[in-house]
């Protein structure tokens, strides 16, 4: 079974910056798409970025031109940098392939709160 480990989240003002890293442990990484989802408290789960296999990324557009998604093939890693967070970016953000379900597998996620 896949393991996810999310990590790099904090406490940071508006306007900053933070680099999020997933790790999986999956032989098939490479062959997989990925995606970061956050929930905010109250809210539904929901996706933040994705990338293909070949690269390809698509945003959301409350985070588009803010944050980027990219992997590590060598390494199995997840990366969402986020720069000119807002107070609305606060949750705890996940990776996962895109479409996961609850039903499945989910790492600990890690906590992003923005605020002054």
């Known amino acids: 079974q896949v393991q996810l480990v999310e990590s790099g989240g904090g406490l940071v003002q508006p306007g900053g910056s933070l680099r999020l890293s997933c790790a999986a442990s999956t032989s098939i990484f490479n062959f997989k798409a990925w995606a970061w989802y956050r929930q905010a408290p109250g809210k539904e789960r929901e996706v933040v970025a994705t990338i293909g296999r070949s690269g390809s990324t698509n945003y959301a557009d409350s985070v588009k031109d803010r944050f980027t998604i990219s992997r590590d093939n060598a390494k199995k890693t997840v990366l969402l940098q986020m720069n000119n967070l807002k107070p609305e970016d606060t949750a705890v953000y996940y990776c996962?392939?895109?479409?996961?379900?609850?039903?499945?597998?989910w790492g600990q996620g890690t906590q992003v709160t923005v605020s002054l």
């Open positions: 996962n392939t895109p479409l996961a379900s609850s039903y499945e597998y």
